[in-house]
């Protein structure tokens, strides 16, 4: 069954005490090249096909409950047209879709 | 007077937030979160706990449920809302307040007697307090830090809707000490300490003189009903 | 993949395919075939006692099922013949409270009123060490299952935890894991945490232990028992979907013989979901309160296998399953998966045919999923379906109660006499106020004295708002009825390192310690639950240590006249060839009339009165100073003197009635040192303390006074006008008493003559050694 | 600065509580189309400049400390050319990584 994966990140002018610890104590283990570390999420959410009607939603959903858009945003609402791990190791293709 | 406790699966002091309302004089009256019936309640509790087991973000769900668009609504028009703990961050979610609560800055749940500032004693849920009173509030949480934008932040503080400040120790990097707010009417007090777990003595916070004996938690309850016999 | 509907190119074969059923048909039609016995843990002999009893091979569903539930976890094969003597050694006064012994899920206990109370405690050791996030998440919520199948509401639950050297690269991982899924699983069940142990020693480093106790209420008419009555009734699966976590094992069944492909990756690791077990606990007390079902059975080690054969056991013996209706996260699972997943968060009903319709309805309120796998039969035997054909039929009593018993060899270990010969009592003892200071504080700042907060902030404790004491008082206690007041009380004690030099009095020494915890709380003991930790089984010496804890546990248990009313045995905890030191973990629980008059463990008020109840002699083996100040372990653990903990836990009783005790806090670990320093952390009060009078009446030196582990002592604090009535209370029950010196509105503990330590120094020290190696404590 | 994306996934064998609280409500929404969700971590890493040497270090930290192996599966490893939240409209690039 397809997949739509949605990325949703914190907004970038506010904190993200977790990501700042990752980047701290990556700092300490002497990474000198990260200088940032954001954490958000990833869904993979699995509709039974894919249509207009589905991504828009898919899209929908996405701003009214997989984000709070008072401190995150959705950066994408893709098709996977392959399933990432499928396909490592390669370029791999992803419909990307307007918001 | 009737004061409505809000459950939703995964909710957990809701039982203790039914006490603290018989303990302040008042009635308790159950709803559940897949009805669109508020039984014609005076105010309402949203207690604390781990609604829908808050994986996606604190609230979120449970802001999304039947009973929410009513508890909206009732909001809006007026009526006296407490949200404790997860019931602070479904008011946000429900966009009844502003900012948002995300993961503690350290990363754990923390459990401790959390010293509080009363910054605005105008609320329907606060005006039995002083202004500047210190008092002691359990705390738990695992993601009670609040966020805001700049913006947000000084009109929050502009408009004295913070309602309850941290003080002694910030134990979730909460911005500007922020432990609770209220909404531009008062009507609507959300804050992440949990005043049903300081009304009964022996099952409280440590006082300085006496181990679990802090009551400063009913004084909520008793705000909020003694405001509905002012109006009576 | 699983696909019964396309007959295979192999059905005829004498190996079908992966997916196709090996039907009991098809196990008599080829009676040779091999099967991967050994690989499930199966021992040759076990495997051909199953073909005994079925008069045929076992088709791969049943070898499935008599794997698991013969597994040393399940069938407690090499336990058995010692358990029993929990059951023998009792006195008619053990019994009179008893509801429900050992046996059931979780013993019952009548606390009076009209309640009763239910607990048990259980070990999830392995998990924890793969994943300790999940695996003592899962911990709580498998404990807690067997609560709920009683028909108890789950009030509280308590970890006692055992880690490796607090220094050891791994023990960080592990301890965070471990606490945050304790924390995130017991939080989101609302259940408050109430105490617990946290240990650190090497011998635990690759098996760290993990020990979680679960404690209910309930009405005394809403008891219920998990067995499957009444031929024509339904059998239920509600909860969560069955899915292939923990089942790691059994896809070799499902793969090696049957499949060229070799095995499919099926995880060992589950993962829990706390919302769907508390949502679930909700359903089943909905479930009890409207009489919608006979019984309930909680799903966890061995999944359906265990659920199926133990319902229908302990019931009219036969049951009749139709496996393809388990819902599924998973549609790949074989049939032999499916018996044994450990999936979380499923309980297994048993519901009248009139009632299904409203079981259903209250099952939907509450969003759960649900099937109806089959009904009751009156045949005797467990018959189990997949897709339309017979996969099992056995007598579920072969699988679920007559498993194997072994009576294994034991041998006297030939080390213990030379360990028991070494004595701390030769090691030099500090005798200058200066040495005695450095070596106490040094006690104080060492991991096993050490301030929890590191861990016990990360739990909480008002959710219910019963809870009257919780960490760091010596037990936990909680409220039962808000009219009465009348409540329990329940701590958790062993000493692995008294076991090591002499299991049968280390496991008094636990028993006697959880005891006295709970009775310096103001409650009385009533019952005993135990989780009994030791190394492989196999090895005799092992066995050896096992059968001396529990005959030790079981003469200690008649001798205070409580009884146990369950445990759990976790055998195989082990680093290589190196077994831990044994570690039975006692948990004793008491009943309190009122739980406003339950005792603080620390002072509160200046100008109290200190007693020391009890004597002291000279008893430095094992003890923590004898570890902490020479790194040594040898010579014989302290005595112990039951009739005498069962008059001391009397003497308090009475002066709590007469609300004579300010407080009380038990000596134990660390000595009368460690229970002083304690006393003044607790609420910051200080105190002026004297040592002369116990110097002379017991003839010991300071060092002994300070950190001797003498047992049946506790710290007593009394308001001054009560001294009197006081003094008298312990001459009239002749139990040694001594003032030792008074609380104090200064800040610092002061030793006469010898030292003194400010508040904010004892703090600082205390405080130290967990945050310095797990990180800073939360919320402090 | 560039950015390294990396993508973290609960195991597809194991419960996912988070995607499955989140599915559940959807469908009491009334959300027919879709019949799974699951939840995973997207990290954004800044990173001074990419070279083999720098993905490499971060590759290893995604399997070493951004991931749990006994529960998680690291998809993804890639560098981000742009900002996605720049280009959310049109189908935007992103170089896939070998693991
Ligand atoms: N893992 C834990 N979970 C909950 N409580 C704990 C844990 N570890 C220690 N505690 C609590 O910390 C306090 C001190 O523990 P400990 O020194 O072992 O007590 P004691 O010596 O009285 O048995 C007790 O209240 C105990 O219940
Ligand atoms: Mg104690």
């Known amino acids: 069954m397809p997949t739509i994966v949605v990325d949703v990140m914190p907004k970038a002018e506010l904190l993200d005490p977790a990501g700042k610890a990752v980047a701290g ?26 249509n207009e009607a589905v991504l828009a939603e898919v899209r929908e959903i996405a701003e009214s409950m997989l984000s709070n858009s008072v401190i995150e945003d959705v950066i994408d609402v893709r098709v996977a047209e392959d399933h990432p791990a499928a396909n490592a190791g390669e370029a791999h293709a992803e419909a990307s879709v307007s918001r | 007077m009737r004061v409505g406790v809000v459950t939703f699966p995964g909710s957990l002091d809701e ?45 979120a769900i449970a802001a999304h449920s039947p009973i929410m668009r009513e508890v909206v609504d009732a909001a809006n028009s007026g009526m006296p809302v407490l949200g404790i703990c997860n019931g602070f961050q479904v008011l946000v979610e429900a966009h009844l307040l502003p900012g948002g609560l995300i993961r503690n800055d350290h990363g754990q749940f923390v459990r401790r007697d959390q010293q509080l500032r009363v910054e605005n004693t105008s609320t329907a849920w606060t005006s039995g ?81 006496r181990m679990r004996s802090g009551v400063d938690g009913l004084t909520f309850f008793t705000s909020v009903v003694e405001q509905a016999l002012a109006r009576a | 993949m ?96 008893l509801m429900v012994g050992m046996g059931e899920n979780a013993g019952v206990v009548d606390v009076g009123e009209g309640w009763a109370v239910t607990f048990k405690i259980e070990s999830h050791n392995h998990p924890s060490y793969i994943e300790p996030f999940q695996g003592a998440a899962t911990g709580v919520g498998g404990i807690v299952r067997d609560i709920i199948s009683m028909g108890a509401r789950p009030v509280a639950v308590m970890d006692a935890l055992r880690f490796g050297a607090i220094d050891d690269p791994d023990t960080a991982r592990v ?67 069955t899915g292939g976590d923990g089942i790691g094992g059994a896809s070799i069944l499902a793969s090696d013989s049957f499949d060229e492909g070799g095995p499919t990756k099926r995880p060992a690791v589950q993962v829990g979901d706390p919302f769907a077990e508390k949502v679930l606990i909700e359903c089943c007390l909905e479930l009890f309160a409207k009489e919608l079902v006979e019984g309930i059975q909680d799903l966890g080690a061995a999944g359906i296998s265990c659920a199926t054969s133990e319902l229908a056991s302990n019931g009219d013996g036969g049951m009749y399953i139709e496996l393809d209706k388990v819902l599924l996260r998973d549609p790949s ?58 996969i099992v039929n056995v007598d579920p009593r072969t699988v679920a109660v007559d498993g194997p018993v072994y009576e294994r060899p034991v041998a006297y270990p030939t080390w213990i006499d030379a360990l028991q010969a070494d004595t701390a009592s030769a090691l030099p003892r500090p005798t200058s106020g200066e040495e005695l200071r450095d070596q106490a504080l040094r006690m104080l700042g060492s991991p096993n004295l050490a301030d929890k907060s590191w861990v016990t902030n990360q739990y909480d404790y008002y959710v219910g708002g019963n809870t009257a004491l919780a960490f760091p008082d010596d037990a936990g206690m909680v409220r039962v009825d808000e009219e009465s007041g009348l409540g329990f009380a329940v701590a958790t004690d062993a000493n692995g390192r008294y076991c090591q030099l002499d299991p049968r009095q280390g496991a008094q020494l636990a028993l006697a310690e959880a005891y006295r915890n709970v009775a310096v709380s103001g409650a009385t003991p009533a019952a005993v639950s135990d989780c009994l930790n030791f190394g492989s089984p196999e090895n005799p010496e092992v066995m050896w240590q096992f059968s001396q804890a529990v005959e030790g546990l079981a003469d200690g248990c008649m001798e205070l006249e409580i009884p146990v009313t369950g445990g759990n045995v976790s055998f195989y905890n082990q680093t290589g060839d190196v077994p831990i030191h044994p570690t039975p973990v006692v948990a004793v629980l008491g009943v309190i009339d009122d739980v406003a008059r339950r005792i603080p463990s620390g002072w509160q008020d200046a100008g109290d009165n200190i007693y020391l109840l009890g004597t002291t002699a000279l008893e430095l083996d094992g003890s923590a ?59 910051g009060v200080g105190a002026r303390v004297w040592l002369d009078e116990i110097i002379e009446r017991d003839g010991v030196d300071a ?44 800040a610092a503990l002061e030793v006469q003559d010898l030292f003194t330590v400010e508040v904010d120094e004892l703090r600082r020290v205390h405080r130290a050694p967990l945050a310095e190696a797990f990180g800073p404590v939360v919320g402090q």
């Open chain 3, 333 to 390: 699972l074989t049939a032999e998966e499916i018996l044994m997943s450990e999936s979380q968060e499923r309980m297994m009903a048993i519901v009248h045919p009139d009632k299904l319709d409203e079981f259903l309805a209250v099952v939907k309120k509450w969003d759960v999923e649900t099937s109806v796998l089959g009904e009751v039969t009156d045949t005797g035997r467990l018959v189990i379906h997949w897709h339309g054909e017979e």
């Open chain 1, 25 to 50: 104590s990556l700092a300490r283990q002497g990474k000198a090249h990260i200088s940032g570390v954001r954490i958000g999420k990833r869904f993979e959410i699995t509709v039974d096909e894919v």
């Open chain 3, 2 to 97: 699983t696909d019964v509907s396309t007959s295979s190119a192999h059905a005829s074969a004498p190996t079908p395919a992966r997916g196709v059923a090996d039907t009991v048909e098809h196990a008599m039609a080829t009676p040779e075939r091999e099967q991967p016995y050994e690989a499930l843990g199966l021992k040759a002999d076990e495997y051909a006692k199953i073909r005994e009893i079925l008069g045929r091979r076992p088709t791969s569903g049943e070898l499935a099922m008599y794997s698991v539930m013969w597994s040393e976890h399940c069938s407690y094969k090499s336990s058995k013949i010692y358990l029993r003597q929990f059951g023998k050694k009792v006195t008619p006064k053990m019994k009179e409270n």
């Open chain 3, 703 to 746: 060092a002994t006074a300070l950190f001797s582990e003498s047992t049946a002592r506790v710290l007593v604090s009394v308001p001054r006008e009560d001294d009197v009535k006081f003094r008298g209370l312990c001459e009239g029950r002749g139990y040694p008493a001594l003032r030792i010196g008074v609380t104090d509105s200064v």
């Open chain 2, 15 to 59: 039982r203790d937030a039914q006490r603290a309302v018989r303990l302040a004089g008042a009635e308790p009256v159950e709803l559940w979160h897949s009805d669109h019936d508020l039984q014609g309640v005076d105010a309402i509790v949203l207690p604390g706990g781990f609604s829908y087991g808050d994986y996606l973000r604190c609230g």
């Open chain 2, 129 to 209: 307090f002083e202004q500047g009173q210190e008092i002691t509030i359990p705390l738990k949480n695992g993601e009670g830090g609040f966020i805001a934008d700049a913006e947000t932040l000084a009109r929050i503080e502009g408009e004295g809707l913070v309602t309850f400040r941290y003080v002694g120790l910030n134990p979730n990097g909460s911005l500007n000490d922020i432990a609770g707010l209220t909404n531009e009417r008062g009507n609507v007090v959300g804050l992440m300490p949990h005043p049903e777990h300081a009304v009964e003595a022996g099952f409280g916070p440590d006082t300085s003189t």
């Open chain 3, 175 to 241: 301890v965070h894991g471990a606490v945050s899924g304790i924390s995130f699983y017991g939080n989101c069940l609302g259940l408050p945490n109430i105490g617990g142990e946290t240990w650190f020693d090497p011998v635990y480093q690759a098996n760290p232990l993990v020990n979680a106790l679960a404690v209910g209420v309930l009405r005394h008419e809403d008891l219920h028992l998990a067995n499957a009555r009444g031929a024509g009734n339904k059998v239920v699966l509600f909860g969560a979907r």
């Open chain 3, 625 to 683: 100073w004898s570890g902490v100040i020479h790194d040594h372990l040898g010579g014989r653990p302290p005595a112990v003197d039951l009739a005498r903990e069962k008059q001391l836990a009397q003497l308090i009783a009475a002066g709590a009635s007469e609300s004579l005790i300010a407080s009380a806090h038990d000596l134990a670990d660390g000595g009368l040192w460690q229970a002083l320093a304690e006393s003044v952390l607790r609420f």
